[in-house]
């Protein structure tokens, strides 16, 4: 049912259903008038439903939010289907009224009063519904695993090859040092035979000067 003086969103209330806990669900209602509008809210079964706000005055354009609150069942639902209801009546009322000019003969009818009422139904939904996981998803979560498995297979490489060279290291010094040695020793053999030359070599001259 339609309303011209309040716009009622969602058009039905889903509440949650969950054994032994309290939940709820909320409404909005907004003014669609450049007029005071009053509204009040009603259940079928005002025991088992809680409503805050269940009534007040709107200002032009204004709106506002409507809780309403399911009272903990003690049993699990033997039928997905609810009977109760909600009404939500609205009326235009003078500028600038408040809560003071409120009262229930506003929702009595009168020559020239204009009632609209907006029925809606209570719809019960499953309280942690199970979120399924798409397989596109799945596919991405995997592909970052095979990425780190990638990466510890190299950075196992990269140490093998790091202990590989360190463990060459030490030949590697070994025959750096023979060939160190090898020089040092042809190079005073060397030396041995040029100090003999030269030694022979000024004795002759020695001779020749002397002569």
């Known amino acids: 049912m339609s309303s011209t003086l309040l716009r009622v969103y969602p058009s039905e209330l889903k509440i ?78 003078k500028d600038r009224a408040t809560m003071k000019d409120f009262g229930p003969q506003l929702f009595t009818k009168a020559p020239g009063r204009v009632i609209e009422d907006f029925k809606l139904h209570v719809v019960y939904i499953a309280a942690n519904p199970p979120s399924p996981v798409p397989e ?40 750096l040092l023979g060939e160190a040695r090898s020089s040092q020793q042809g190079f005073s053999l060397m030396f041995v035979v040029f100090v003999f030359m030269s030694s022979v070599f000024i004795g002759h001259l020695m001779n020749e000067i002397k002569v």
């Open 16 to 93: 949650p259903y969950e054994v032994k806990k309290q939940r709820s669900c909320c409404m909005q209602l907004t003014n669609r008038t450049d007029q005071f509008v009053a509204f009040k809210v009603k259940t079928t079964n005002p025991r088992k439903y809680s409503v805050r706000h269940s009534c007040g005055i709107l200002l032009p354009r204004g709106s506002c939010n409507v809780t309403v609150t399911m009272q903990a069942p003690m049993e699990m639902l033997s039928d997905q289907h609810c009977k109760d209801k909600f009404l939500v009546q609205s009326v235009a009322v």
């Open 136 to 175: 596109e998803e799945e596919e991405e979560d995997s592909s970052p695993r095979s990425e780190v498995v990638c990466e510890v297979k190299s950075f196992s490489a990269f140490d093998a090859a790091c202990i590989g060279a360190s463990a060459a290291e030490p030949s590697c010094a070994e025959e």
